[in-house]
């Protein structure tokens, strides 16, 4: 299993309450540290790039690199983090810097995006009727203007591919370093695959293990909805 699918079941089991940020960053340094300092003791076994098994599996062969390196967690082509189909009404728009929050798994720590770089999508439903992106401003900005722009009532929806990757604190990376054409090629191959979806395509792109992240409605909003049923009960009596 890939690291990050590894973190997935161990929040849908429960194994780990706390769960962090990043919790297929912790997941990766766990494996990683346990590969390098307990050597035949220890209960893993890497496959291949980023791919690993325990040793009572039936899994006998390993790479010759038996660590997952930092170049290898962050080798995603140039996507690190993404989130499909998020909602516009999660977003409390009417902030000065709106927050774009999302979560890697329930119950891990929230992350805020707004500050993310990259490319989006803008839906209205499942169709696509925008494609931006961002590179002076943020995510969050973009995202913003076209809620008082041309686009205004045309969208309800969002989707986004980012370059910084989620620290283990919550924190998004620095511009990433890899550039070179085999992870330009990945990168396009998976954005026309998770932007368009085609039918024949039953995965993600080669080498593509960006983590997606689920989207977190923004607490000043639920803190207003709450508040508005509250003054219509009172009205009510």
Known sequence: MHYSRISDVIAKEGWR????????????????????SEGENTPFVKISKSMFSLKNAGRTSVTQSTSVTSEEQGDTGFINAFGMYW?????????????????????SKEVNFSNQKGVYLLHDGNK??????????????????HTIDRLNGRWDRFSWFGIY?????????KDPDNFNIENLIATMEALL?????PPQNR?????????????????DIVKKRDEEAIQRRLSVK
């Open 165 to 173: 990757a989620v620290k283990e604190n919550g924190e998004l990376s």
């Open 193 to 197: 695959i998770e932007g368009l979806e």
């Open 17 to 36: 309450k706390k769960l962090g940020s990043n919790p297929a960053s912790s997941v990766a340094s766990t494996i990683s540290q346990s590969l390098t």
């Open 128 to 145: 696509v009727v925008y494609v931006g992106r961002t590179t002076d401003q943020t995510l969050g900005v973009r995202l913003k203007q």
């Open 203 to 219: 995965r993600r792109g080669d080498d593509f293990s960006a983590v997606e992240f689920l989207q977190k409605e923004d607490p």
């Open 87 to 107: 909602k516009r009404d999660y977003v409390h728009w009417a902030n000065k810097a709106p927050k774009i929050l999302g979560q890697q798994q329930v119950n």
